[in-house]
């Protein structure tokens, strides 16, 4: 069979992939009519769950080297939708299981129904928007319609946005309204690109129009506007330089667990659809100037984000700063990976490793950032003089994240820059090294000025002390980061699988 | 010309339209006004893709308009999030303002 | 150039006109109710584009629900508008916010001049397999067969707007209720529309959601025909919306996914899978399950229409 005939019919193990978005669905939906603590309960209950369904996906891959494909309804495309999980699907799925699981353990004690109601309003809210943006972000990762694409963006959308504003303060809800308007524009965007696709090739599978504009004599012009339109629109709820400005008061402000489920998952779900629009919609259609200009966002990203992560005040809002950096490495992708030389691959895998070791080491760091403001009251770098010792496992787990965002050995952060400076310099596209160079050095000073003084020996008054589980799963989620740095060539393998469509 | 291209640069012109009030205005809820009439030029080009699409005995092509179908209800409920968002904003500072107090240094 | 061209240009700038004088308009509350007006005419350029199903929606959703929402909003933020002088925007800046616009539009209506004729279609395919939903309207059938998981997450979506419409009520109001209290003394024209039109509305909803499986029509626009039953009644102030916390109002919220998703599992096990229907009795399953989205529909338009629960439960005053 052809890639493309097997691309659209169902295959054996493809049925996971509807259990891994009907999961957290059903979570969700069982949730609001159990209410008050079953809510909690059931999100509890279901994540282990969720994660085993991921991992299993991930060996499927890994073991067929194929693509996993579910046929919904029986519908097969261009009528119908299909689902389907390559390398890249794959562990996305496990890191959002495994994040999503981190956030909702550490949140028990902060989303907890108090014990005099049966039912309270933000701990409600929390449960089943957790479950809704993990159903969310796997049908972004499984999607393969662009429409049916555009529902999972909303719904990723319309789950994150309350989460940044449970306290109800002002200033968080003016971040929610800010963040909540940028994303609608980017969606629109994103849909008019996708009516333009439709009206030129007639189908929204992503498969198939890739195989419509390769087998097109001309590629029409409509092509190139919907590309331009989509990749906008998706930038926009990336908060890609310069369209960050929502994020940092969004991150900053929302509770612990929130900021690091929408700087870890959540930005990274609309990169993931660039990803397969320029990867996988139109592979080589883009010319190197198009891609150049992805990357030079990137870089400014990278640069602009540091240098603003140096001059905060306050340790969440450095933290969010960062994600705007580190978000711009992810981009270093575009002008590097595209292409079937062996060194593209090699940026390929730099990039997906980089979303992932992001992924972790930043949800970390935000969740350590949490203890630290609930020990303390408050977040002000300038008084955190001596946090280590009254912290220390936390502070760890903090700058073990931060080595990641440094680049330095070992970590996942380390693994995915090399990968890049080795694709840069066998590229012959050196500027692009620089950068990364430039961007690891700024790195290094933030967490350095968080780091060195909260390591002095100065007395410190704790409210109270975080509990050893919570601090552990901080710690747990820095050694996945710095675990990624000794992944196997056959992890790296697995990232490959289903980019064969790039090569023209 | 015919009534679907009519309404293709209708659309067109909507598109326009809402993305420079989403531009030049300030008030949240002219904002999301704006949106609103984005979106449904948005949907008017789904619309004349139907129309032009029409074949096989049906006068437009059904897939184009449940698309815009479940467009507008999605639509609806970011309406509905972003007034509710607004309103409570109001209630709880007295403005409306969207400019964040965190962009500048303490 | 025929009297129905005319008319169709006529509408096009209609259209625009209103567009434009929402954007201008000086007053926030006459900007919201030149929304409706828009929506109301945008909904007759559907007609006339011969997606009569949309054209309901658009009638229904995009200018009825989205209206009293923006209406509402617009007279509870009374004096909020003209921004500080802070907001307010350089020329410069809007000749070029302008020029932008006026490049996007331009290139977008040259796509629609060079679009091919007749375009790329699915209308065939629709057509070969509308048969196997036992279907007479093609639209309902994408939208409940063969593109039914985009129509079983947005009705996830609409829930996931009503928690976080919920979510922004104050701590002290979980658990009470939305919207206005009810009056002690009815009277007056609203509360006499109130009490007559709801039962008209009902037969009327029921008969949209039954005839949508041959007919223009379907689950969500009788739904929301329902939904503007409940919001007149509410709005009358004839009862009070249910507190948010009542296991009845979250059954009924859940109830169009839920019965959606379950009949797609036992897809898995009686037909070719997940959201497949077994030969034959494909119609009846999809009534069925519009009938459960019509209540969810009619129960969550008018909840995210009243807000988040903003005050102590009481009864009647």
């Known amino acids: 069979m052809s890639a493309v005939a097997l691309a659209l019919a169902t295959n054996p193990g493809g049925y996971l992939l509807v259990l891994a978005i009907v999961l957290p669905v059903v979570g969700m939906l069982l949730s609001l009519v159990a209410g008050g603590r079953n809510a909690e309960r059931i999100a509890l209950a279901l994540m282990p769950a969720g994660l085993g369904i991921a991992l299993v996906i991930a060996f499927g891959v890994w073991r067929e080297q194929a693509p996993l494909v579910y046929i919904l309804g029986g519908w097969a495309p261009p009528l119908g939708i299909a689902l389907r999980a390559d390398g890249f699907s794959a562990v996305m799925l496990v890191t959002a299981a495994l994040v999503v699981a981190a956030a909702g353990y550490f949140a028990r004690p902060l989303f907890a129904t108090p014990p005099q109601r049966a039912e309270a309003r933000a701990p409600l809210a929390f449960w089943t928007l957790l479950q809704g943006l993990w159903a969310a972000l796997n049908m972004v990762f499984l999607g393969g319609d662009l429409f049916n694409l555009y529902v999972a963006l909303e719904l990723l ?348 | 010309m015919t009534a679907a291209t009519l309404a293709g640069l209708t659309g067109a012109a909507l598109v326009g339209l809402g993305v420079y009030g989403l531009l030049v205005l300030a008030h949240p809820l002219r904002k999301l006004l704006c949106f609103n009439l984005l979106g449904s030029g948005v949907f008017l080009m789904f619309g004349i893709l139907a129309r032009k699409g029409g074949a096989a005995g049906f006068a437009a092509d059904p897939v184009p308009q449940a698309l815009v179908i479940t467009g507008i209800v999605v639509a609806f409920s970011a309406t509905a999030l972003a007034v509710a968002l607004l309103l409570r904003l109001f209630e709880t500072s007295g403005t409306v303002t969207l400019n964040p107090d965190e962009q500048r240094p303490e | 150039m025929t009297v129905i061209e005319i008319l169709d240009i006529g509408l096009a700038v209609l259209v625009l006109g209103v567009a434009a004088w929402t954007i201008a308009a000086r007053e926030l509350f006459a900007a919201a109710v030149g929304y409706v007006a828009y929506g109301l005419l945008l909904s007759l350029v559907w007609v006339r584009l011969f997606a009569l199903d949309v054209a309901l929606t658009e009638a229904a959703i995009g200018s009825g629900v989205t209206g009293v929402l923006l209406i509402t909003a617009a007279m509870r933020l009374r004096g909020t508008d003209p921004p500080q002088a802070s907001e307010q925007l350089r020329p410069m800046v809007r000749v070029a916010a302008a020029t932008l616009c006026i490049a996007i539009a331009g290139v977008l209506a040259a796509g629609v001049l060079m679009m091919a004729d007749p375009g790329p279609t699915l209308a065939p395919d629709v057509a070969r397999h509308l048969g196997e939903t036992g279907l007479g309207n093609p639209v309902t059938a994408v939208l409940m067969a ?172």
């Not at chain 1, 009251?377 to 955190?384: E, V």
């Not at chain 1, 968080?450 to 509990?467: E, I």
């Not at chain 3, 529309?193 to 969500?220: K, M, T, Y």
Request: hydrophobic share 60%; proline share 7%; aromatic share 10%.
């Open chain 3, 146 to 317: 063969f593109r039914a998981f985009d129509t079983m997450l947005e009705k996830v979506v609409l829930i996931l707007a009503v928690i976080g419409v919920w979510s922004l009520a104050a701590d002290d109001a979980w658990g009470s209720v939305a919207g206005p209290r009810p009056l002690a003394h009815h009277q007056g024209p609203l509360t006499f529309f109130a009490q007559l039109l709801p039962p008209v509305g009902i037969v009327v909803a029921v008969h949209i959601a039954w005839v949508g499986a041959n007919e223009p029509g379907g689950a969500f626009q009788g739904g929301a025909l329902l939904a503007a039953m409940a919001m007149i009644v509410l709005m009358a102030r004839v009862v009070q919306a249910p507190a948010v916390d009542r296991r009845w109002l979250r059954v009924v919220l859940v109830a169009g996914p839920a019965m959606f998703l379950l009949i797609g599992m036992i897809g898995f096990a009686v037909a070719a899978g997940f959201l497949a229907y077994p030969d034959g009795i494909a119609k009846p399953l999809i009534l069925f399950i519009e009938a459960f989205m019509v209540l969810s529909i009619a129960a969550v338009l008018p909840l995210l229409v009243i807000g988040p629960p903003n005050r102590p439960q009481a009864g009647p005053p």
């Open chain 1, 157 to 504: 959308t319309f789950a994150a946005v309350p989460l940044v504003c449970l306290d109800g303060r002002p200033e968080t809800l003016r971040a929610a309204l800010r963040y909540l308007l940028f994303a609608l524009i980017g969606s629109v965007f994103y849909l008019l690109g996708a009516a333009l696709l439709y009206g030129s090739y007639g189908t929204l599978d992503i498969v198939l129009l890739a195989e419509g504009i390769r087998a097109a004599p001309v590629v029409a012009p409509a092509t190139f506007a919907a590309g331009g339109l989509m990749t906008a629109g998706l930038l926009a709820k990336t908060a890609l330089f310069p369209l960050h400005l929502w994020l940092p008061p969004a991150h900053a402000n929302a509770p612990a667990p929130a900021s690091a489920v929408l700087s870890a998952l959540v930005v990274k779900g609309s990169f993931f659809l660039v990803v397969r629009l320029w990867f996988d919609v139109m592979p080589g259609l883009a010319s190197d100037a198009a891609m150049g200009l992805l990357g030079a966002l990137g870089s400014g990203a990278i640069l602009f984000g540091s240098v603003l992560a140096l001059r905060q005040r306050r340790l969440k809002l450095l933290i969010a700063y960062s994600t705007i950096a580190q978000v711009g490495y992810l981009f270093l992708m575009f002008p590097l990976a595209a292409g079937s030389e062996p060194w593209n691959g090699q940026a390929w895998n730099g990039g997906v490793m980089q979303a992932l070791s992001h992924a972790f080491a930043k949800a970390s760091m935000f969740l350590a950032a949490g203890l630290v403001a609930e020990s303390l009251g408050h977040d002000r770098i300038a008084d955190l003089r001596g946090i280590g010792h009254a912290m220390p496992m936390t502070l760890f787990a903090f700058g073990l994240g931060g080595l990641s965002l440094m680049g330095l050995p070992p970590s996942g952060g380390f693994t995915a820059k090399w990968l890049l400076l080795q694709a840069t310099v066998e590229g012959g596209q050196w500027f692009w090294a620089a950068i990364v160079l430039c961007g690891g050095l700024l790195a290094g000073g933030y967490v350095y000025r968080v780091v060195a003084p909260a390591l002095a020996a100065s007395p410190l008054d704790v409210r109270a002390s975080p509990s050893r589980g919570r601090e552990g799963i901080v710690l747990a989620l820095a050694i996945a980061a710095l675990l990624l740095g000794f992944a196997p060539p056959g992890f790296l393998g697995l990232l490959q699988v289903g980019r064969a469509a790039i090569v023209p």
